[in-house]
């Protein structure tokens, strides 16, 4: 995880004055890794750092901080009344809308103080930026480094009905998934899309598959079998790394009897999975969506991507 830039512009454009607090550093356990952060304004606040007391006293603080910047150090346990027994570094930095826009889109590095860059921290930056490869966040000499978040995956979901939503309220919050959403009038899709999510509002969709990338993940579960059926066939005359389609045995066997009609090879067809989910958790549209999400983010599922984004 690293620096999100969007939903940190989001928050202050809502919110005005936005305390980011972000883990800086750990020793022994801690509730969450180095790198999570946590969003605060006046009345309510986004993300989340864990630890319970932790998290309630950092936030109380950002929402009296006077500083521009500030690091804390919190010792876990006894004193907290938390069993993880270690120690929790904090960065937090106030921001306005001002702000925000002087960030840089690759890497952040600021510090507590007003002091000139360290040495170590230039060279971290001088071989993050000509290697192309982002750093891991951490505190260098009272600095802390970010690399900004980008969504490693692209997920299109095809289909605004009730199990469409549901995917989207489950999938939207995840931080590795920029969401496209098409389906086939504005007036199919909820009021208020949640951040993270592009709509596509297309009287065909099946033309806009060949503007998906070719490395994108597919959910099909529009309202029409026939729309279901071209977006099949266009997604494997296109090319994606996943294609899953809603429905039931039956209606894969006739799927697969009119996509081979359409020239597809057996192969090739079986590259599309259906159905999608988890069966057994049954029809309701939020089961649907666990299920579909805990296929998308098993392990074994990443380890497949991370050996796809390596090739």
């Known amino acids: 995880m690293g620096f999100d830039l969007e939903a940190l512009r989001e928050a202050v454009k809502t919110h005005g004055k936005v305390v980011r607090v972000v883990i800086a550093g750990i020793k022994g356990s801690s509730p969450r890794e180095v790198g999570a952060a946590m969003l605060v304004w006046k009345d309510g606040q986004s993300g989340t750092i864990g630890g319970g007391t932790l998290e309630y006293q950092a936030a109380e603080a950002a929402r009296s901080q006077t500083v521009a910047t500030r690091l804390t150090h919190h010792t876990l346990g006894p004193d907290m009344g938390q069993c993880c027994g270690g120690a929790v570094s904090l960065f937090s930095e106030v921001y306005d809308l001002k702000k925000v826009e002087t960030l840089d889109d690759t890497i952040i590095a600021r510090s507590a103080s007003c002091g000139a860059t360290p040495l170590s921290v230039k060279r971290v930056l001088a071989a993050a930026r000509s290697q192309g490869i982002a750093p891991e966040p951490r505190l260098i000499d009272g600095w802390m480094i970010e690399p ?73 579960l529009t309202y029409s079998h026939n729309l279901d059926l071209e977006l099949c066939n266009r997604l494997l005359l296109h090319d994606f790394r996943f294609a899953g389609l809603i429905g039931s045995a039956t209606k894969w066997a006739r799927f697969r009897s009119r996509l081979a009609a359409l020239g597809h090879p057996p192969d090739r067809i079986s590259r599309i999975t259906c159905p999608i989910g988890d069966p057994s958790l049954g029809k309701h549209p939020q089961m649907i969506a666990v299920g579909v999400a805990a296929q998308l983010l098993r392990p074994a599922r990443q380890n497949e991507l991370k050996k796809d984004l390596s090739a």
């Open 148 to 220: 900004v978040h980008k969504p490693a995956r692209n997920l299109w979901i095809w289909g605004a009905g009730h199990v469409g939503r549901a995917l989207v309220d489950v999938l939207s919050p995840l931080p590795d998934l920029a969401i496209t959403w098409v389906d086939t009038g504005p007036e199919r899709f909820p009021d208020v899309i949640p951040a993270g999510v592009t709509d596509l509002p297309a009287t065909k969709p099946a033309e806009l598959v060949r503007h998906a990338p070719p490395n994108a993940e597919h959910l099909v």
